[in-house]
């Protein structure tokens, strides 16, 4: 990336709330077109972060420019956020005792055939007559989306957007911002702690740890390569092997790092590969998921997690594996 797509250049932002550290000195640049997804664990400060780039909370310290231009704190302005910065809510707040038709019509800026390309997208424009009370939590949050967009902002900021949604209406709303991110001239930055929801759509990642940002890259490079323990657990099953194992010195006779432990994922092996074998074990525990079958097998000294298809091993059965040796990593 260079200075000419950048969005956001954030320069040692700090912020401190009820007495505590939400965001320490942040210095980084955001850029155009590229979906960027924030994650961390609860209290990391997020959601703050996200908040100083809307301009609906004032910084400590630091500074925030857009388009080259300094984003004014909410102590700065008489109603705080920036005109061309869309900021929604986890909790996506709407008038009550309005029709839907209203609320959307006291922001929109658009013309009509724009304004209805947005409410067909957001798949509102059968609610429009319906009352902000009569609605349910999906459908409020689409028309709180629809209601932003109409604003014809440059960036759509997304705080938690899944959170307070069933699992129908979050698939439901994951599907449309996926459309928006793909169909409309505009950034997202997308702050979420689930996992599912930031490896798919993302093009790069950020990951928050006590105001800090503890790594930044694509999804993959961190899936795959985490700095830390801490890195490593947000992006879901892992393992770290101590160098002591017999699994490891069987791998590598002579160990790369013996003072770091080797990080695996259970999708990292491949079962019954007779050709590639890497060592052999016996199936402790069979485990379903849905979408995934994780099998626990027992190898000499340490019990490894796999990913397995559906009834390809057997409780108490002896198994092959193979694990791909060019694409380890310590931490």
């Known amino acids: 990336m260079n ?44 959601s703050t972060f996200l908040k100083l780039l809307a301009g609906l909370e004032q910084p400590d310290n630091g500074n925030i420019h857009f388009n080259d231009v300094r984003v004014l704190g909410a102590n700065e302005k008489l109603i705080a956020g920036h005109s061309e910065i869309a900021y929604l809510s986890q909790h ?6 309005y029709k839907v038709s209203e609320v959307l019509s006291y922001v929109n800026k658009l013309n009509e055939q724009d304004s209805n390309k947005i409410y067909q997208l ?13 609605l349910s939590g999906g459908e409020k949050q689409r028309i709180a989306l629809a209601s932003l ?12 957007p899944y959170s307070n949604l069933d699992q129908i209406h979050k698939n439901e709303i994951r599907s449309l911002i996926h459309e928006i991110s793909k169909l409309i001239n505009i950034t997202c930055i997308l702050v979420s702690h689930d996992v599912q929801d930031v490896l798919s759509w993302s093009d790069y990642l950020i990951i928050f740890k006590d ?7 694509s ?12 890195c490593a657990a947000l992006l879901g099953d892992y393992q770290l092997i101590e160098a002591s194992s017999t699994f490891l010195k069987n791998i590598f006779p002579n160990s790369p790092n013996s003072k770091k432990k080797l990080f695996i994922r259970p ?38 997690k796999m990913t397995v298809i559906r009834n390809e091993v057997k409780l108490g059965e002896q198994v092959e594996f193979s694990f791909n ?3 380890y990593w310590f931490i």
């Open 267 to 304: 999708g990292y092996f491949e079962i019954n590969d007779t050709q590639n074998n890497t060592g052999t074990g016996i199936v402790t525990e069979i485990s379903f998921f849905g979408n995934y079958t994780l099998a626990t097998i027992q190898t000499g000294d340490v019990y490894l």
């Open 149 to 160: 967009l109409t604003t014809s902002p440059s960036l759509l900021l997304l705080d938690e």
């Open 325 to 327: 040796r060019d694409e």
């Open 219 to 230: 999804p993959e490079s961190i899936y795959h390569q985490p700095v830390n323990e801490y």
């Open 211 to 217: 105001g800090k940002i503890i790594q930044q890259g």
């Open 3 to 46: 200075e000419d797509t950048a969005l956001l250049k954030i320069e040692n932002l700090s912020k401190q709330k009820n007495g505590n550290i939400a965001v320490d000195d942040i210095s980084i640049i955001l850029y155009k077109k590229l979906r960027t997804s924030i994650i961390g664990e609860t209290g990391s400060g997020k």
């Open 122 to 134: 957001c798949r509102i424009d059968h609610l429009f007559k319906r009352w902000t009370d009569e």
């Open 92 to 97: 996506f707040e709407l008038r009550n005792n």
